[in-house]
């Protein structure tokens, strides 16, 4: 069993960077790949970016790439995702999620954590 929990969320201005985490517990052998997702008020839920968890590759929403960068320290059981240049409309509830699966099917998900920018 895997289980993930967000953190470093909050208010921030227009401009500013905010790191988030998501610390993975249990069997993180069985990772396939890590993501993050957000959902904006209102919104649908939308891809953020996407990393395996041995091989490190990623791929990212093409609106976002070049500003977020998706990491991960598998010794931390550990994923990132650094977001630069925040804009207004990168408010949204940000979740890390997994899967053990394979590709298409994150079936762990974490808490959320509220990332609110002002402008």
């Known amino acids: 069993q895997v289980q993930l929990v967000e953190s470093g969320g909050g208010l921030v201005q227009a401009g500013d960077s905010l790191r988030l985490s998501c610390a993975a517990s249990?069997?993180?052998?069985?990772?396939?790949?890590m993501a993050w997702f957000r959902q904006a008020p209102g919104k649908e839920r939308e891809f953020v970016a996407v990393?395996?968890?041995?091989?490190?590759?990623?791929n990212y929403q093409e609106s976002l790439k070049g500003r977020f960068t998706i990491s991960r320290d598998n010794a931390k059981n550990a994923v990132y995702l650094e977001m630069n240049s925040l804009k207004p409309e990168d408010t949204a509830v940000y979740y890390c999620?997994?899967?053990?699966?394979?590709?298409?099917?994150?079936?762990?998900w974490g808490q959320g954590t509220q990332v609110t920018v002002s402008s």
């Open positions: 249990g069997r993180t052998s069985r990772i396939y790949a």
């Open positions: 999620a997994a899967t053990v699966v394979g590709p298409g099917e994150w079936d762990v």
């Open positions: 990393i395996t968890w041995n091989g490190g590759s990623t």
